[in-house]
């Protein structure tokens, strides 16, 4: 097996070795309750005409969108996200390998993330959503711009994709309950379906990391709450999108709390352990203090929120 060089704890111990049969059942179940569906069969292809270009098409307007602004910030986002998973793929391979139980995991969470992009784009062009020229545009900055320390390495990275898993989960299911166009909704609910699998298959291993080395799991839990960030940082209006979502209440600080980091934390028993070393302890400490602060500032943003109602007005992604 290709074991990561950052796969040893501090007391020698080779998790990734160790969870190598965690790993094995973990998938055997997944794969026993994973649905099979195709992209194809959500995408409203009698709405799609011929864009400009070798076809002598249409060239793309604003007007030919039936969602709001809002809305369309919501799938580009959602869309470019998804696009980077090749850098995914990467990452989470440097860490476990691409043999073994490990390796084929990876590989089948690798083709199930990849149906996400192909059927978030196939929608946006059949209905004319986005702007194609200016979504290819983003996606070659996007996937072009390096992410250094965007995803740590050893236990810290799966704690990461627990924590991401779980917040694509919330953010894709709250983008089809709120764009208000059913076939859009269908879609993210289908998604949203895949990434709670995924998200259960990486909840249910870290709890078995926890048992194994409780403290490096904590340390690895305390960075990936302290220090999260969103993989779709480097998407061009980033900022601008994911504010204007939060301010609407579609995915914002309050949700990133109560539906994601609170559940992660009960599941887990992070409060409640008891076999903790004293680092353990300090970490865990640490991570209920950060938690904390992001309560306040969550309960502060939400205030500003309610003070300032926007009126769903977005900006979505322009060419030029």
């Known amino acids: 097996m290709n074991i990561s060089l950052h796969s040893a704890t501090p007391g020698g111990l080779n998790w990734i070795e160790e969870m190598e049969p965690v790993v094995g059942g973990l998938l055997d ?32 307007q604003d007007a030919h969108s039936a969602l709001d602004p809002l809305a369309r910030s919501a ?3 959602s869309l470019l996200t998804e696009d980077n998973l090749p850098t995914y793929h990467h990452e989470l391979a440097s860490i476990v390998g691409r043999d073994g139980a490990w390796g084929n995991w990876l590989h089948r969470w690798t083709a199930e993330e990849d149906r996400h992009s192909i059927a978030l784009r196939s929608y946006i062009h059949a209905t004319r959503a986005v702007d194609p020229v200016a979504l290819e545009r983003a996606r070659m900055t996007h996937m072009s711009t390096p992410m250094p320390g965007f995803f740590p390495r050893g236990v810290r990275g799966i704690a990461y994709v627990l924590v991401q898993e779980l917040a694509t989960r919330v953010a894709h299911r709250s983008t089809g309950l709120n764009t208000a166009e ?17 998200m259960v298959f990486y909840r249910d291993l870290y709890e078995q990391i926890f048992d194994l080395i409780p403290d490096e799991a904590m340390k690895g839990l305390r960075w990936a709450v302290c220090d999260y960030r969103m993989p779709g940082q480097p998407i061009p209006g980033f900022a601008a999108m994911s504010l204007s979502l939060a301010m609407a209440g579609w995915y914002g600080p309050q949700m990133f709390l109560d539906s994601v980091l609170a559940p992660i934390m009960r599941a887990l028993r992070v409060m409640d352990r008891t076999d903790l070393s004293s680092a353990g302890e300090a970490h ?25 109602r926007p009126n769903g007005a977005g900006e979505p992604i322009t060419t030029g």
């Open 29 to 60: 179940r997944h794969l026993t309750v994973a649905k099979e569906w195709f992209p194809h069969q959500y995408v409203p292809w009698r709405a799609g005409t011929d864009f400009d270009g070798p076809l002598d098409g249409t060239p793309w």
């Open 75 to 77: 799938l580009v986002l």
């Open 182 to 198: 059913p076939v859009c909704a269908q879609l993210f609910g289908r998604i949203a379906a895949d990434e709670n699998l995924h």
């Open 284 to 308: 865990r400490e640490a991570l209920a203090e950060h938690l904390e602060r992001l309560r306040v500032r969550a309960g502060r943003f939400e205030e500003r929120r309610q003070e300032h």
